[in-house]
């Protein structure tokens, strides 16, 4: 079945640096990934989507990178801040309508 | 601003109550949907709606029914609630995502129910 996989285990990084997560897929060929943030206790929000033909997406302090051939995505957040700690899941279209996400990874940033 | 409102924040009911969660969009997006999510478990999606009175099952349907009388309404119902239905609910809108329309998710702020 077509699956998506997020690393399960907290990022933890200082403040300033870059934070990398990564997203892989597994039996299908997503024609887009989108990524949400998550904050504990609220519904995710959308930030970024990335097309098969891009190879790179960016957004603000945010870039987004799918490489069809590793069937992977990855999510750089550049001079992360304190506030850019959540849970960011990455999720792809499936079936009719429908889209399936990964579990998600939760990245803190420390001071 | 596109919203999606949730009838409550947090619910407590006990054991085989009928319990109603209401989800209301204000994006005219024929698509809805509603999530469980638990920890380790991600989001799992209980049923889906593409248009009026239109339903699909997700992939944990059992316990769970659902209603879409109105376009901008989307309630989820639990026949006789049971103490592994504690979760957090969610409820989202999307277009349609057709041709090259994107079907990206907007998510109401959930809705933490206890089964006691």
């Known amino acids: 079945s077509q699956k998506i996989e997020q690393n399960s285990e907290a990022l933890n990084i200082q403040e300033g640096k870059t934070a990398t997560l990564t997203c892989n897929y597994t039996n299908y060929s997503p024609a887009y990934l989108q990524w949400y943030r998550q904050d504990p206790g609220r519904g995710p929000v959308f930030l970024l989507l990335?097309?098969?033909?891009?190879k790179e997406k960016r957004k603000e302090r945010l870039k987004v990178t799918f490489d069809t051939t590793l069937k992977q995505s990855l999510f750089h957040i550049t001079a992360s801040q304190p506030a850019d700690s959540a849970t960011y899941l990455c999720?792809?279209?499936?079936?009719?309508?429908?889209?399936?996400f990964g579990t998600g990874t939760r990245l803190l940033v420390s001071p | 601003d596109v919203k999606v409102t949730q009838s409550s924040r947090y619910l407590v009911k006990r054991t085989g109550e009928k319990v109603f969660l209401e989800c209301v969009q204000d994006?005219?997006?024929?698509?809805m949907f509603w999530y469980r999510q638990d920890p380790g478990l991600g989001l799992r999606l209980i049923y889906f709606s593409y248009d009026v009175k239109m339903k699909e099952k997700g992939d944990i349907p059992e316990g769970y029914s659902v209603s879409r009388e109105k376009k901008e309404r989307f309630s989820l119902i639990l026949e006789s609630a049971s103490t592994n239905q504690t979760s957090m609910y969610l409820c989202?809108?999307?277009?349609?995502?057709?041709?090259?329309?994107?079907?990206?998710?907007?998510f109401g702020p959930g809705t933490r129910l206890t089964v006691l």
């Open positions: 989202a809108s999307s277009d349609r995502g057709l041709g090259w329309v994107v079907d990206t998710q907007y």
């Open positions: 994006m005219d997006h024929e698509n």
């Open positions: 990335i097309r098969e033909n891009e």
């Open positions: 999720a792809a279209k499936t079936g009719f309508q429908k889209l399936v």
